[in-house]
């Protein structure tokens, strides 16, 4: 039988280890947060860079003004401002029946997308007519956006919002309808 002094040891043995692992496992843990504090600040600090090259490029393309730019809050507060501006602007590109079916059948300024007999009730039209409607702005749009002789001022703005669009799922009622100018 071991004495009172040897098993005082051994437990004494047991906590050192229990400590020791205990360490290495915070230690572990440290330089894993660390890594992952330095992919955050780099992802961080990327959205800031993208943010700042979009307001200048918003700015200069005269979509918004430089305080409204700035004044947004993120990357994604910006982005939307800039889509919303976007929309606003190709819609001037056609007439206002054009303009509202588009909203509509999008659902852009609503919460829903309401379905297309719904539409079609709304202009008092058949829905073989609001989709031959939809088709032929959407064609109009599309004309006005690449054709380089018309010269769109936001063209380019608009492709390369597509483009990342394209890598993400879309979010809001407007990236659908920028997505299929551009098709």
């Avoid at 947004?72 to 982005?79: F, G, I, K, R, V």
């Avoid at 409607?133 to 004309?143: C, F, G, M, P, Y």
């Avoid at 010269?151 to 009622?173: G, I, P």
Wanted: net charge positive.
């Amino acid at each position: 039988m071991k004495s009172r002094a040897e098993l005082d040891g051994v437990v004494l043995d047991s906590l050192l280890v229990a400590a020791k692992e205990t360490l290495e496992h915070l230690e572990s843990l440290r330089i894993k947060f660390n890594r992952e504090k330095k992919q955050l600040d780099a992802q961080e600090s990327l959205a800031s860079e993208i943010a700042t090259r979009l307001s200048k490029l918003a700015v200069s393309a005269g979509l918004l003004k430089r305080e409204e730019a700035f004044q947004c809050a993120d990357l994604e507060s910006l982005q939307g401002l800039v889509i919303e501006r976007l929309v606003r602007d190709m819609l001037t590109l056609l007439t206002p029946r054009q303009g509202q079916i588009l909203l509509m059948i999008y659902g852009i300024g609503t919460d829903r997308k309401p379905p297309l007999g719904d539409v079609a009730k709304r202009f008092s039209l058949s829905r073989s007519t609001i989709s031959r409607l939809h088709r032929k702005a959407l064609e109009s749009l599309r004309n006005r956006v690449h054709d380089p002789r018309k010269d769109w001022q936001h063209s380019r703005l608009l492709q390369a919002f597509v483009k990342r669009l394209n890598r993400k799922t879309a979010v809001s009622h407007e990236e659908p309808f920028l997505i299929s100018v551009l098709k």
